[in-house]
């Protein structure tokens, strides 16, 4: 029963390069979130999708950043023109949703900018 | 706005003894609470939750308390392992929402 799987589990993009992160969720969940981890922080939401719905973005920065979870394939993170500032730990998790369901954590994509 | 703070960023337990971290949030409204373990470099992986209809869940060595009219939870570990040194982290829920993080304390196992 594989786990949520996120990758590239490391990615270094220079400064105004795209940066696009991938999810697949635990077999039967249809709730994604994505949260990242700065430094020396806790993990802050960004979005939560439903298979081609967003039903959350309100901890996504308002340019550069979206987010998608299409009908067939994994949930994208895609980050445009990146900057220094964006180098972080991208964590997906997924749930079963409903109000008692737990969420489950990928590995993290670590997105390094130079 | 820190919505779920774990005050003690780092906490020592001889092994065989029990560890206790505290969470306390501010939000009446989070219906659902949960802990969390995270070693570097890996996602965090879930241990443990409770419901804000009860005061105690417990699962083998772990049990976690909630305290409603303090707007506070704690997780005990007993007897306390060398494997359990890790960061942890609270998280609290309204509904089919996001989580919402504490900062997470340090934990670790002296043998």
């Known amino acids: 029963n594989a786990g949520v799987m996120q990758n590239p589990r490391h990615l270094v993009r220079r400064r105004g390069q795209e940066a696009r992160l991938r999810c697949s969720p635990m077999?039967?969940?249809?709730?994604v979130y994505w949260y990242r981890q700065l430094p020396e922080e806790g993990l802050k939401f960004m979005v939560y999708l439903q298979k081609e719905n967003i039903i959350d973005e309100s901890g996504m920065p308002k340019e550069r950043f979206s987010a998608e979870f299409p009908k067939e394939g994994p949930s994208i993170l895609r980050i445009q023109q990146v900057v220094r500032g964006d180098s972080a730990a991208y964590f997906c998790?997924?749930?079963?949703?409903?109000?008692?369901?737990?969420?489950?954590f990928g590995p993290g994509t670590r997105l390094t900018v130079t | 706005d820190q919505q779920v703070k774990q005050n003690s960023p780092s906490l020592s337990v001889q092994e065989g003894r029990i560890s206790i971290l505290n969470c306390d949030y501010t939000?009446?409204?989070?219906?659902?609470f949960l802990w969390y373990k995270k070693y570097p470099a890996e996602g965090p992986t879930f241990l443990i939750s409770?419901?804000?209809?009860?005061d105690k869940n417990e699962d083998g060595r772990f049990t976690v308390f909630l305290n409603k009219s303090a707007k506070h939870l704690s997780l005990h570990i007993v007897p306390s392992q060398p494997g359990d040194s890790a960061v942890y982290f609270c998280?609290?829920?309204?509904?089919?929402?996001?989580?919402?993080f504490g900062t997470g304390t340090r934990l670790t196992i002296i043998p």
């Open positions: 077999k039967g969940h249809s709730h």
């Open positions: 998790a997924s749930s079963l949703g409903g109000a008692t369901s737990e969420q489950y």
């Open positions: 409770i419901s804000s209809i009860k």
């Open positions: 939000n009446s409204m989070f219906d659902y």
């Open positions: 998280a609290a829920k309204l509904g089919n929402e996001k989580l919402t």
